[in-house]
């Protein structure tokens, strides 16, 4: 395995002279391609079909977002971080408000923390099922995306149900939640469980032993721990390289540390691992679903937070585990009603550097696979 | 009573002052304006209600408070924490050696290094080797353009064996660069692209350092605080659609 401090940057204008000229090829594939998951250009270059190098060209969904925090208040940019990660908008939402929280030294009352988790952890599995049938459907399996779908939908049913908005929720406030559960939020919650569950069991049955995803996936864009580790790569994606490793054990924030799940690890780093790794993962969430269901408090869903928000002057950085890896808020404060910076520290854009080394000697068709199996947003790469 | 209508006046213009000095940031003057209003409306009132309690107490400290609180609209305010100096085994085996290159703070609950710009190679060196920080979580920068030295670089450690996060901050001048954290740590490689794209600052050392997220052409680095979304803007229409832009 190369060492990924010593990859040297792609050089596109002269060809290596090692290789016979004639096979080497320099391809772009995107920005507008139906595999690269939103508008990710990838300069490939090949020898016949293998990949000796690719550069990613970012940056075509920047909106410039810390620009836009520094100019809104701390309650106006809530929505905007929703934008990011729009497939799983509750996760920003949650590591936002825990931020701006820990500013202000307020800790959200324990009803408005059970059902952030329920709302997050929920959240988390919609957004692995958008992975997975998404991932499928890039490796030429189409069914599991009209499963995964079609499960989905009750889960934007209940976000729906909760604040009006199925993607970018805009679910929590600083200090809590500005919505009361609505009647029926624990019967849905818990029918969900109960109609899912046999759900998860039939995408495996689809997948997990189907001869084709095992040959697409098994030895496909192997990664080392080690390598993870230094190129900051977190989340499902480091767990299946076998690092133990997730903020909620870690570092737990919101209630967590009430709850009793297991984190699942892979041992070879490669696709397939990273899909089971997943799967158990929806499972699991499942299980802290069950658990925080049952025991939501009764009391308020807002701490006492002042109207007008002003932070004393100081700075934080708080993350917490987005579906997919660790999601950081650095925000300094300079004592006014608007952030002085927020800095997004991004799952998927440090992710997305890892794509070069994993794909290096692989084929070509594999840079797709790859590619889904990262699980990258890249309104949130951009931002 | 005059003490009393003295000492609110004072800050209202500190305050009326800071969106005004914001103001070429912010992307609309229409909706920047509002906000200023919501602004001074509610600082006045916790003013009001904050001030009682001042001459409530003796009488005499009230009156060099007011133009302390004048000439400087921060430092009264924050009842917050503050930060605090950070002590622990790691934090007296390196400032025995550095001394005052370094400050350990501890601020919300969280440890971080305000370390002098020539100390930071050999720090951030020993840090991943010694202390086994092997994860850098995120690199960024802050610009605060009153001051002499511009920019803070920020450094976010996590070490997987010692289950602690801390920072590493350091103070750099306008064309001032840094070396690079890459042959540390390969993720740096594109957080320095995108710090060196927002605000300009260079990485000596980096393997490919150009802009990321911006497209090549760009001119200025948005995320410096005197970079107007505005003019840019304006410009862009200009040139490219050959109209006045409407804003």
Same mark, same amino acid.
């Given at each position: 395995?190369?060492?990924?401090?010593?990859?040297?940057?792609?050089?596109?204008?002269?060809?290596?002279?090692?290789?016979?000229?004639?096979?080497?090829?320099?391809?772009?594939?995107?920005?507008?391609?139906?595999?690269?998951?939103?508008?990710?250009?990838? /300069?490939?270059? =090949?020898?016949? $079909?293998?990949?000796? &190098?690719? #550069?990613?060209?970012?940056?075509?969904?920047?909106?410039? +977002?810390?620009?836009?925090?520094?100019?809104?208040?701390?309650?106006?940019?809530?929505?905007?971080?929703?934008?990011?990660?729009?497939?799983?908008?509750?996760?920003?939402?949650?590591?936002?408000?825990?931020?701006?929280?820990?500013?202000?030294?307020?800790?959200?009352?324990?009803?408005?923390?059970?059902?952030?988790?329920?709302?997050?952890?929920?959240?988390?599995?919609?957004?692995?099922?958008?992975?997975?049938?998404?991932?499928?459907?890039?490796?030429?399996?189409?069914?599991?995306?009209?499963?995964?779908?079609?499960?989905?939908?009750?889960?934007?049913?209940?976000?729906?149900?909760?604040?009006?908005?199925?993607?970018?929720?805009?679910?929590?406030? /600083?200090?809590? =939640?500005?919505? $009361?559960?609505?009647? &029926?939020? #624990?019967?849905?919650?818990?029918?969900?469980?109960?109609? +899912?569950?046999?759900?998860?069991?039939?995408?495996?049955?689809?997948?997990?032993?189907?001869?084709?995803?095992?040959?697409?996936?098994?030895?496909?864009?192997?990664?080392?721990?080690?390598?993870?580790?230094?190129?900051?790569?977190?989340?499902?994606?480091?767990?299946?390289?076998?690092?133990?490793?997730?903020?909620?054990?870690?570092?737990?924030?919101?209630?967590?540390?009430?709850?009793?799940?297991?984190?699942?690890?892979?041992?070879?780093?490669?696709?397939?691992?990273?899909?089971?790794?997943?799967?158990?993962?929806?499972?699991?969430?499942?299980?802290?679903?069950?658990?925080?269901?049952?025991?939501?408090?009764?009391?308020?869903?807002?701490?006492?937070?002042?109207?007008?928000?002003?932070?004393?002057?100081?700075?934080?950085?708080?993350?917490?585990?987005?579906?997919?890896?660790?999601?950081?808020?650095?925000?300094?404060?300079?004592?006014?009603?608007?952030?002085?910076?927020?800095?997004?520290?991004?799952?998927?854009?440090?992710?997305?550097?890892?794509?070069?080394?994993?794909?290096?000697?692989?084929?070509?068709?594999?840079?797709?696979?790859?590619?889904?199996?990262?699980?990258?947003?890249?309104?949130?790469?951009?931002? | 009573?005059?003490?009393?209508?003295?000492?609110?006046?004072?800050?209202?213009?500190?305050?009326?002052?800071?969106?005004?000095?914001?103001?070429?940031?912010?992307?609309?003057?229409?909706?920047?304006?509002?906000?200023?209003?919501?602004?001074?409306?509610?600082?006045?009132?916790?003013?009001?209600?904050?001030?009682?309690?001042?001459?409530?107490?003796?009488?005499?400290?009230?009156?060099?408070?007011?133009?302390?609180?004048?000439?400087?609209?921060?430092?009264?305010?924050?009842?917050?924490?503050?930060?605090?100096?950070?002590?622990?085994?790691?934090?007296?085996?390196?400032?025995?050696?550095?001394?005052?290159?370094?400050?350990?703070?501890?601020?919300?609950?969280?440890?971080?290094?305000?370390?002098?710009?020539?100390?930071?190679?050999?720090?951030?060196?020993?840090?991943?080797?010694?202390?086994?920080?092997?994860?850098?979580?995120?690199?960024?920068?802050?610009?605060?353009?009153?001051?002499?030295?511009?920019?803070?670089?920020?450094?976010?450690?996590?070490?997987?064996?010692?289950?602690?996060?801390?920072?590493?901050?350091?103070?750099?001048?306008?064309?001032?660069?840094?070396?690079?954290?890459?042959?540390?740590?390969?993720?740096?490689?594109?957080?320095?692209?995108?710090?060196?794209?927002?605000?300009?600052?260079?990485?000596?050392?980096?393997?490919?350092?150009?802009?990321?997220?911006?497209?090549?052409?760009?001119?200025?680095?948005?995320?410096?605080?005197?970079?107007?979304?505005?003019?840019?803007?304006?410009?862009?229409?200009?040139?490219?659609?050959?109209?006045?832009?409407?804003?």
């Amino acid at each position: 395995m190369t060492d990924p401090r010593s990859l040297s940057p792609l050089d596109l204008d002269t060809p290596d002279k090692t290789f016979l000229d004639a096979n080497e090829l320099v391809i772009n594939m995107g920005p507008q391609h139906p595999a690269t998951h939103g508008v990710l250009r990838v /300069i490939l270059r =090949l020898d016949g $079909e293998k990949v000796l &190098g690719l #550069e990613c060209v970012i940056g075509y969904l920047h909106r410039g +977002v810390e620009k836009i925090a520094e100019n809104r208040t701390y309650t106006m940019f809530n929505p905007y971080v929703d934008r990011m990660d729009y497939v799983a908008a509750v996760s920003n939402g949650l590591g936002y408000c825990e931020a701006v929280e820990r500013l202000l030294s307020v800790e959200a009352p324990p009803r408005a923390q059970y059902i952030r988790v329920i709302l997050t952890e929920l959240n988390r599995i919609a957004s692995h099922q958008l992975w997975l049938g998404t991932h499928a459907l890039d490796i030429g399996a189409i069914t599991p995306l009209f499963y995964t779908f079609r499960d989905r939908e009750e889960i934007l049913k209940i976000f729906e149900k909760y604040c009006g908005a199925r993607l970018t929720t805009h679910a929590f406030r /600083i200090g809590g =939640l500005q919505y $009361e559960a609505y009647d &029926g939020f #624990e019967r849905d919650v818990k029918n969900f469980v109960s109609f +899912v569950k046999p759900k998860i069991d039939e995408y495996e049955e689809l997948l997990t032993t189907n001869r084709i995803w095992l040959e697409r996936t098994k030895g496909v864009g192997v990664i080392s721990g080690k390598d993870c580790i230094a190129l900051g790569v977190t989340g499902p994606v480091l767990r299946a390289s076998g690092v133990k490793w997730d903020i909620r054990k870690a570092q737990p924030y919101a209630n967590y540390k009430n709850f009793d799940f297991e984190i699942p690890t892979g041992e070879n780093g490669d696709t397939y691992d990273r899909y089971i790794v997943r799967m158990i993962e929806m499972r699991q969430s499942l299980r802290i679903i069950e658990q925080a269901v049952e025991g939501i408090p009764e009391g308020p869903i807002m701490a006492k937070v002042p109207k007008v928000m002003k932070p004393p002057v100081g700075e934080v950085y708080h993350s917490i585990e987005a579906p997919k890896g660790e999601l950081g808020y650095f925000i300094v404060s300079d004592g006014s009603t608007q952030p002085y910076r927020v800095r997004v520290r991004p799952p998927s854009f440090v992710n997305l550097q890892a794509l070069d080394l994993m794909c290096r000697d692989q084929l070509v068709a594999d840079v797709i696979a790859v590619i889904g199996t990262l699980d990258i947003v890249l309104g949130e790469v951009d931002r | 009573m005059p003490d009393e209508i003295k000492s609110p006046p004072p800050p209202p213009p500190p305050e009326n002052e800071k969106p005004t000095a914001d103001k070429p940031a912010t992307p609309g003057g229409v909706k920047s304006t509002p906000s200023g209003s919501v602004q001074s409306q509610t600082t006045t009132t916790p003013t009001e209600t904050s001030t009682p309690p001042k001459p409530a107490a003796p009488a005499t400290p009230a009156k060099p408070a007011a133009p302390a609180a004048a000439g400087h609209p921060a430092p009264p305010k924050p009842a917050g924490p503050v930060p605090t100096p950070w002590d622990s085994p790691l934090v007296a085996k390196y400032k025995r050696e550095y001394g005052s290159g370094i400050n350990p703070l501890t601020h919300l609950g969280q440890n971080y290094f305000e370390v002098d710009r020539s100390l930071i190679p050999e720090i951030l060196q020993l840090l991943r080797d010694d202390e086994k920080f092997d994860y850098c979580v995120d690199l960024t920068a802050v610009h605060y353009p009153k001051r002499e030295r511009q920019f803070d670089v920020v450094w976010v450690l996590y070490s997987f064996s010692r289950n602690e996060r801390i920072r590493v901050k350091t103070q750099i001048a306008d064309g001032e660069s840094l070396p690079s954290s890459v042959p540390l740590w390969a993720t740096c490689n594109w957080l320095e692209r995108e710090v060196y794209d927002m605000f300009g600052i260079k990485f000596d050392g980096h393997p490919d350092l150009k802009r990321i997220l911006l497209p090549d052409g760009w001119k200025g680095f948005p995320l410096r605080k005197d970079y107007g979304i505005l003019q840019q803007d304006n410009e862009w229409v200009q040139i490219n659609l050959g109209i006045e832009s409407g804003q």
